[in-house]
């Protein structure tokens, strides 16, 4: 079959790389692509904003399978257009990406299906947002609602940091993505990530994976997306990475399945590996930049 890749970075260069080398691969496009995507695929010009567009590719093409690798199409519904267009794709519908677009939307979930997660409270004002602050106390933790390109997120080690975090966002600095907030509990332990494939129903475990936050060797300098990772991550033990399958993967899944929301696709869990058991920082809609290399 021919097949659709939509993004440009790092992630996409190792799928890019994996996908060419299944038997079903007949020809790969990449949309845009980059040099290193080049060496496996036909780059081209697409806008992923454009639904009408990637369909009439789709269909000039013959392309029998879209796989998306970034969260911003998926969180704008570009897999619900291509679905309804009679088309495949890897990747959750709009409904289902809001694990990822919206903070706010997946705690009310963990809390609707009894989800280990930090205690929370969502804000859509000032006066709100520091009411909670004085809730839960200095270490605290402030989100944007929705995507911020990873720099939406506060971990405040003192009520001025926080307070000041609460200003910037209902002053407007991450625009729509701040209109909303989330006042969440510090969770102190080792973080972790894990990766699941699921169909809506059936959930397979995939791999653990660990990056490396700071942009500095050893581990200094200011917080980045992952300078690089590695793979298994060996604090998930299998006893750990099994709790997170039934105690935070299967309900999610299945509560998504049963409010008509059926998630496919890639589902990435932020872990913290707390006292009390692993404890969800936040899900991802796709797989992660960099460790989908190390993954593959
Ligand atoms: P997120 O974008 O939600 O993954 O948050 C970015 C980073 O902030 C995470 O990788 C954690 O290191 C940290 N973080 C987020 N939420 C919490 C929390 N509740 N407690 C402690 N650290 C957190
Ligand atoms: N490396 C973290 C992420 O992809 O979100």
Redesign the pocket.
Known sequence: MNILLLGSGGREHALAWKLTQSPLCDTLWAAPGNPGIAEHATCIALDPSDHAAVIAFCEEKSIGLIVIGPEAPLVDGLADSLRAGGFSVFGPSKAAAQLEGS?GFTKDLCARANIPT?GYVRVADEADAMAALEKFGAPV?I?TDGLAA?K??T?AMTMAEAQDAVRDIFAGRFGNAGAEAVI?????GE?ASFFALTDGSTIVPFASAQDH?RMGDGDTGPNTGGMGAYSPAPVLTPELAGEAMTRIIAPTVKTLADEGMPYSGVLFL?L?LTREGPKL??YNCRFGDPECQVML
């Open positions: 903070k930090g933790v989100k990873g939406g997120v971990v969440e509990e510090f969770l102190e973080e936050k932020g913290m920082i936040e």
